[in-house]
């Protein structure tokens, strides 16, 4: 006689535990990567916003074209790919998108208006400090994110 099927038991996916809201429902925790993003996001709105004029015009740093701060970029003298200097204020500048990405950010025009408005030294510093090792966590990225939207306001009113 055939032996009876064993009964299975169901499978249940495990869940990382996140934040709840009230009402019981589960908020999940964004990522890393996801808080980097919008970090991206909010300090570029903040520089772009920083160097505009009263009416809302800002100059791109390296070629001097003006236009609404919501058409020009946040551009960087060192490459945003060094996470060291990726939201460091004097790295960042508005720049129009023809320089940014069609002139590969200009870099030698960035440098020269960096180093006539920084120094020549800070600038170098700041070259070297790019090679530093940072590790940046969640609560990091959301410290700043509230940082640079408590900023971004106050250059609002």
């Not at 980097?36 to 074209?65: E, M």
């Amino acid at each position: 006689m055939a032996k009876p099927p064993k009964a299975k038991k169901p499978r249940v996916a495990l869940k990382k535990v996140s934040n709840v809201k009230l009402g019981g429902k589960k908020k999940k925790s964004k990522t890393q990567a996801q808080l980097k993003k919008q970090l991206d996001s909010v300090f570029s709105v903040y520089i772009r916003r920083k160097y505009a004029n009263a009416d809302g015009d800002v100059a791109c740093f390296t070629c001097g074209k003006i236009m609404p701060w919501q058409h020009i970029q946040n551009g960087h003298f060192i490459s945003r790919s060094y996470l060291a200097t990726r939201f460091h204020e004097d790295n960042c500048r508005p720049q129009c998108v023809g320089d940014n990405i069609f002139g590969g950010g200009k870099p030698l025009d960035f440098e020269e208006n960096l180093k006539r408005e920084l120094g020549e030294i800070y600038v170098e510093e700041m070259k070297k400090s790019r090679h530093n090792i940072v590790k940046y966590d969640r609560h990091w990225y959301t410290e700043k994110i509230n940082y640079y939207t408590e900023k971004i306001h106050e250059l609002s009113q």
